[in-house]
């Protein structure tokens, strides 16, 4: 993500089950930012979650999907 020019101000393991699907998380409102996550990773889904207490525009959860495109795994 760095290195398509998005600032990753955070990582780590999510606290849920592992998620089958990558899903990029819109949490200001601001769609056309999660976008460009989308099309840095190549994949994922894009899904409107706002949270106006989280000091961030977007979240991203890795699901099982990335590992046989980027070899990561969950």
Known sequence: ????GIDVVHFGTASADTFSAT???VRRGDT???G???????FG???VDEDPDLLLDVSVYLGRDAAAL???NP
């Open 32 to 34: 056309v930012g999660a």
């Open 70 to 72: 980027v070899g990561f």
């Open 45 to 47: 889904t894009l899904i």
């Open 36 to 42: 460009h996550v989308v099309s840095v990773l190549g």
């Open 1 to 4: 993500l760095r290195a398509g």
């Open 23 to 25: 899903q990029i998380l």
